[in-house]
């Protein structure tokens, strides 16, 4: 391990990830320095000054750990060592030292729900009999029916088919993704002790923090007989019961490991931070948020809100509400690795499904023909509004490019598992994780000097941050100048609404901040006056004194 840099301790606010600005990278896409075509540690090493420059706090890395990649590296083989394909522990070090050296936190992803079928743990489960500790580590059982040849449950994998496989001597095991992802026992205490341990490897590299993966899941109701779900289980957000009561997600139980971890982020100074991907309604996702456990959860009801304000008003005056009654910090999130990014999402019909979209992604999105420019104009509105909002805002990669979904990948290139698993009804999340461009022109627009993993359209080099840097209006200065600001004006974390009360159903959202920092936001179809105070920034140009539609303008009075 390097020495830590005097910058490492440097910044020790313990509350710096209260309103943070956090920038998502997923590793294979950002940028590759060895020319093998799949991005890795010392690419992000050599791009951490673009990312200090755009103004980001932290950045948050999708995992690097070694992998088969039967699921874009969310599928561990060893939670405490990098994918020889991105590096070395060496270079994560030297990345982390980096990061700190320009004032930017380091947050890391952890897997806990499954690890990989390559994983020590599930290699020596194979090879134990039925009953053994080593299958315990695992959620192994015998199946229904005389021969014990159906499943044990009739429970659905959340990328389609069955969440049990069976292994030739006939006991099945359980894993809610791909069979390549199967689910641990958090009722292992061995397995709880060395999640522990994982945390503190990382923790003990520098790591300020951890996005945990499904965290939702970890728990289970595995009492026999197990329970049926039925036809139709769909996905969780929205649908999961409110008091616990399903068997796979968001159990009560759930907490107390995460109280747990809370007790091993306080090792450290300043405690290490966490934020829980949690696909749950408002009202429970912010259990996961309170202060004895996480301190964060993911926001994925913003990110699902259509273009309206009554809607955003809704949604953000709820994840407040709930947000200070846990304790915690609001966050807010309009792209991530697993959804359309959102600069498509608002160039489509208002109020697209996530099944629409996927129909939509299935036409290679043809129909509905995509309004790129009103999506691109909504998608600035959108991020100036979350941006001015209290609490926490991530941001993933390429949105401060203004990227687009890459909607047409030929069929031929998909990795996404979801792609085969629905037997083709689906085609995945590979259209947001094509590999950024950073040149207009060149080996792949400057993202590797090999072939990139998915391939890139020849409109990307046009959203390059060698086309956009210095333009003035581009996306990328947008950001720049978005994130230089909120910095100067973002106080403390108390938001007044301006005007009446239902100035949302006339499509206006304006907000005051403490420090006189006014966000106006016009959802609606006709220009609105711009309300007094200097202008200090804005989403789109204004037109004389007022504020076009699809448009966000920053004041301050
Ligand atoms: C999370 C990740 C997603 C992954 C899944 C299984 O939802 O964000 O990318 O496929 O968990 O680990």
């Not at 609001?330 to 489509?348: E, G, Q």
Request: glycine residues 10%; charged residues 25%.
């Amino acid at each position: 391990m390097s020495t830590p840099h005097p910058a490492d301790q440097a910044t020790c606010d313990p509350n710096w990830w209260r309103q943070a600005t956090v920038y998502q990278i997923y590793p294979r896409s950002f940028a590759d320095h060895d020319g093998d075509g799949i991005g890795d540690l010392p690419g992000i090493t050599a791009r951490l000054p673009y990312l200090a420059d755009l103004g980001v706090d932290a950045v948050w890395l999708s995992p690097f750990y070694p992998s088969a990649l039967a699921d874009g590296g969310y599928d561990v083989d060893d939670y405490r060592d990098v994918d020889p394909r991105l590096g070395t522990l060496a270079d994560f070090d030297n990345l982390v030292h980096e990061a700190h050296g320009l004032g930017m936190k380091v947050v890391v992803d952890i897997v806990p729900n499954h690890t990989s079928d390559r994983h020590v743990w599930f290699q020596e489960a194979l090879r134990a009999p039925r009953g053994s500790r080593e299958r315990d580590r695992y959620i192994f059982r015998d199946g229904r029916g005389e021969k014990g040849d159906e499943p044990p449950s009739d429970w659905e994998s959340n990328f389609g088919g069955r969440a049990w496989t069976r292994l030739p001597d006939g006991q099945w095991y359980l894993h809610l993704f791909t069979p390549e992802q199967p689910d641990v026992n958090w009722d292992n205490p061995e397995v709880r002790a060395d999640f522990l341990t994982t945390l503190r490897f990382w923790s003990d590299r520098g790591v300020d923090g951890f996005r945990v993966d499904v965290a939702h899941g970890l728990a289970k109701d595995l009492a026999e007989p197990l329970r049926d779900l039925g036809a139709g289980q769909g996905r969780p957000l929205g649908k999961l019961p409110l008091d616990g009561s399903h068997p796979l997600y968001d159990r009560e139980e759930v907490h107390e490991i995460f109280r747990e971890w809370r007790q091993v982020f306080d090792e450290y100074d300043p405690p290490r931070t966490a934020v829980a991907e949690a696909w749950v309604a408002n009202a429970r996702r912010t259990l996961y948020a309170r202060p004895d456990e996480l301190g964060q959860a993911f926001n994925f009801e913003f990110l699902e809100c259509p273009w309206s304000a009554l809607e955003f008003r809704t949604v953000i005056d709820t994840s407040l509400v709930t947000a200070r009654a846990a304790g915690a910090s609001a966050t807010w999130v309009l792209s991530n690795h697993d959804v359309v990014r959102h600069a498509s999402r608002y160039a489509l019909p208002i109020g697209m499904s996530r099944a629409d979209l996927d129909s939509w992604l299935l036409g290679d999105g043809r129909e509905p023909a995509p309004d790129r420019a009103a999506g691109l104009r909504r998608a600035r509105a959108a991020t100036l509004l979350m941006l001015a909002l209290p609490g926490s805002s991530y941001l993933y990669q390429g949105e401060e490019l203004g990227l687009p979904e890459v909607a047409d990948l030929a069929r031929d290139t998909l990795q996404d598992p979801v792609w085969e698993r629905t037997g083709h009804r689906r085609k995945g999340r590979d259209g947001c994780r094509v590999p950024l461009p950073w040149t207009v022109e060149g080996p792949a627009f400057g993202f590797s000097t090999g072939t990139p993993w998915l391939p890139q359209p020849e409109t990307f080099g046009g959203y390059s941050p060698q086309a956009q840097d210095g333009t003035e209006g581009s996306t990328l200065e947008l950001y720049r100048a978005a994130l230089r600001l909120r910095r100067k004006m973002m106080g403390d974390e108390s938001l007044e609404w301006v005007g009446a009360d239902d100035a949302a159903v006339g499509g206006v959202l304006h907000f005051r901040r403490s420090s006189g920092w006014h966000s106006v936001t016009n959802f609606s179809e006709s220009p609105v006056p711009v309300p007094p105070g200097e202008v200090l920034l804005a989403s789109g140009p204004l037109t004389g004194d007022d504020l076009p539609p699809d448009t966000t303008v920053w004041l301050q009075n």
